[in-house]
């Protein structure tokens, strides 16, 4: 299969989902640069290295990583202070490469071997159990990486956003289920009076509502917050 240019631009990106370049992910930057929406300098863990490998495919300049985004460094790998977790699974959640085992009200750990020190996982902790540690000395950017370990954190990215998508799909089904299900009880409800007759109908307008917003939402039309 002939891929694309985002597909190449992606390829040349070290695969931490970090969101430094300002996008919720590789793939998104890889598709704004391939649209001359982003510049190929908003890469700080591939520092200039990565910033070259980009030029080399689109066929810009090379620049300096632009200081917005932030610095090229040395990697660093997150690490939990396991006396004061209190296991509310925020960092997990965070996490965009499933670096963190764990459960609610469990103590989590962090999987040196998978975790791309993106440190997504940082601010979200209540109790300030996660720190950054440095972990390749003088290395930075690409000399602190390597292709396989961006191919296995890519891979293991698209898998976490499939699960996520899959879930959520599971999840809405099971919803909308319960709410037909809700819809039958009520259409089954004998009303012997005009009052009981309203409350019917308040009932199943309601679940008919709640049904459509669903509809929706799963079509990526939300309908709009009320004032």
């Given at each position: 299969m002939t891929k694309t240019l985002a597909d190449l631009?992606?390829?040349?990106?070290?695969?931490?989902?970090?969101?430094?370049?300002?996008?919720?992910?590789?793939?998104?930057?890889?598709?704004?640069?391939?649209?001359?929406?982003?510049?190929?300098?908003?890469?700080?863990?591939?520092g200039i290295e990565g910033v070259r490998r980009l030029s080399s495919v689109t066929g810009r300049p090379v620049i300096p990583i632009n200081p917005a985004n932030g610095i090229e460094r040395p990697r660093a790998v997150a690490f939990i202070d396991e006396s004061l977790c209190i296991g509310c699974t925020l960092c997990i959640q965070a996490c965009p490469v499933d670096a963190i085992t764990g459960a609610a009200k469990q103590m989590h750990t962090i999987l040196p071997s998978l975790c791309t020190g993106c440190d997504l996982c940082v601010a979200p902790?209540?109790?300030?159990?996660?720190?950054?540690?440095?972990?390749?000395?003088?290395?930075?950017?690409?000399?602190?990486?390597s292709q396989e370990a961006a191919d296995a954190a890519r891979s293991r990215h698209d898998f976490r956003t499939e699960?996520?998508?899959?879930?959520?799909?599971e999840n809405d089904a099971r919803l909308a289920a319960k709410a037909l299900e809700k819809m039958r009880?009520?259409?089954?409800?004998?009303?012997?009076?005009?009052?009981?007759?309203?409350?019917k109908e308040r009932k199943r307008a309601i679940i008919a509502a709640a049904m459509e917003r669903a509809r929706l939402?799963?079509?990526?039309?939300?309908?709009p917050d009320k004032e």
């Open positions: 631009i992606e390829d040349q990106l070290p695969q931490t989902q970090c969101t430094k370049c300002g996008y919720p992910a590789c793939r998104p930057y890889a598709e704004a640069i391939a649209r001359d929406e982003a510049e190929i300098n908003q890469c700080p863990p591939g902790c209540p109790v300030d159990c996660i720190s950054m540690v440095p972990v390749t000395g003088d290395r930075t950017g690409w000399a602190a990486w699960r996520l998508r899959r879930e959520k799909e009880a009520v259409t089954a409800e004998v009303s012997n009076t005009p009052e009981e007759l309203a409350e939402k799963a079509a990526g039309n939300p309908p």
